[in-house]
């Protein structure tokens, strides 16, 4: 079975940065995803098309085809009071903020100062040409349910909507 619109996909996959040093490795913790609903990288979907279980692949994406360039205006002062009482802030840690609609955001604490904190909202491999390296483990017919969810269901999750 090939990849395909509407495939559920199985693969690993590493990422390296320009400088060659290996920034996200998925070995031994398979990815699955549907082909053709957006959960991947447009460039990564369009590589992966028509490939079969045990086929690998290996692309370099500038970053305006990856995670985007680093955009200053994705760095917001916060006030620190917005993150409460006897919080332990530290530069490097992830947090999440909630958007009107209800998705989570993560940012990158930059900076914490007495009456606010630097946030980076830009992806942490933002400005980055990226080397994937693909390898496709599975590929199986979606399920009604998963096409209908948008997502892939393990054996083991029952997911209530």
């Known amino acids: 079975m090939k990849v395909a619109q509407n495939k559920v996909v199985t693969l690993e996959y590493q990422i390296r940065n320009a400088q060659g040093e290996v920034v996200e490795d998925t070995s031994g913790h398979p990815l699955q995803y549907i082909q053709g609903i957006g959960q991947l990288l447009p460039a990564l979907e369009k590589a992966l098309e028509g490939k079969e279980a045990g086929e690998e692949v290996e692309l370099t994406l500038a970053p305006d085809q990856a995670f985007g360039e680093y955009d200053e205006n994705q760095i917001q002062h916060i006030p620190r009071s917005a993150f409460g009482e006897g919080m332990d802030l530290q530069p490097g840690m ?38 994937f390296h ?28």
């Open 134 to 161: 693909l390898k496709v483990l599975e590929v199986r017919d979606a399920t009604p349910e998963e096409l209908a969810h948008g997502h892939v269901h393990g054996p083991d999750t029952h997911h209530s909507h």
């Open 94 to 131: 992830v947090m999440y903020a909630r958007t009107p609609d209800g998705h989570q955001l993560p940012f990158l604490i930059r900076e914490v100062r007495d009456d606010v904190v630097v946030a980076d909202f830009n992806h942490p491999l933002a400005g980055e040409t990226l080397t």
